[in-house]
């Protein structure tokens, strides 16, 4: 069973910059990628961005292109993700979550190839 632990998140004003991060463990082998979600109030969870373990194919949903940037450190088990030119809209709890599904480190990811969501942590951007 992988956990996950969230934090970095907090009030930021429109355009300015906040950097996530979430730390894992509880499996001796490592994930095939790593997601970072989100969820607005009365809106589903969305997938933000994605990172290959072991490579470098990246995922980034079209809101976030340009803007956000994940990176990951693997002998920390740690993912992050930078958040520049925040927008009100980026506004929601976001979690990281692991993927053993090896289809995520070439094609697009599908929220149902993550799992051992952490609780979350809230980011609020003001206008």
Known sequence: QVQLVESGGGLVQAGGSLRLSCVFSGRTLSPYAMGWFRQAPGKER????????????TFY?????GRFTISR?????MVFLQMNSVKPEDSGVYYCAASFFPRTIY??????EFGGWGQGTQVTVSS
């Open 107 to 112: 094609a697009t990811p599908l929220e149902s």
């Open 73 to 77: 450190d693997n002998a920390k088990n």
């Open 46 to 57: 969305e997938l933000v961005s994605s990172i290959a373990w072991g490579g470098s194919h």
């Open 61 to 65: 949903a079209d809101s976030v292109k």
